[in-house]
């Protein structure tokens, strides 16, 4: 028997020619799956923003453990709770609700610190996607109909290149599947120095410092205030009356951390 017989030949040149093509195939599927990532990973490593280990998903931006440490209000779900005490007898609220305790030297600072003095946009808009899920799933929070950020003194703000909890509505947005009204809630310094003035005269001062731009936009509307922490409630109680000033305005409140005492 001819061992060259050029049909067996030809078989396996199709072979090799078959093989070759799903070894071309695999290269690039592996190529795409692991060399490059793993290139990418080197060159600009994902790693969590809490303790920058590299275990988490891409998507995340703190790994599983950091995620379970933090400190959770679960406020969302209750009526009454510290939170809404804090405006009893200020301004009415329909609801309130802060996602985490505030503690000093604790990961959310330093993630709040990212958010406010490091130009790190993507922490703000992560918790504010975090924040937006806890009140879709309470329940408390599902007829509002356009989310406020607190707005900065414009000096400020321009200084800091953005405003957090326009970034924290952003995210909130998102998940939400509610708009954020940027031009509506809107602040102005005043060129006398506070710190002369009795008390309540500096609250007018602030109260005043605060202005309602598109009313025809926002009457009859459920808002929601947003900004990063709360800790007496003054400032969200100034702009949050400025607000209710406007017809048929009913009003929620929502910030990322509580540094109630
Ligand atoms: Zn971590």
Redesign the pocket.
Known sequence: MKWWRWPRWRNYTNTFFKNYKAFCIFIRVQFANTILPDFKHLFYPHI??????DI?ADDNL??????VNLPFTFYAQYADNPIEKIFWGRIPIAAAHAEFYFAKESLIQQLIHQLKYKSNREIGMYLGEMLGRTLISSKRFNQIDGLIPLPLFPDKERKRGYNQAAIICNGMSDVMKVPVLNNVLVRQRFTETQTKKHRTERWENVEGSFAVKNEALVKGKHLLLVDDVITTGATLEASGHCLLKTEGIKLSIATLTAAVK
């Open positions: 969590c923003s809490g303790c920058g280990s988490l703190l790994c599983a453990k950091c995620f």
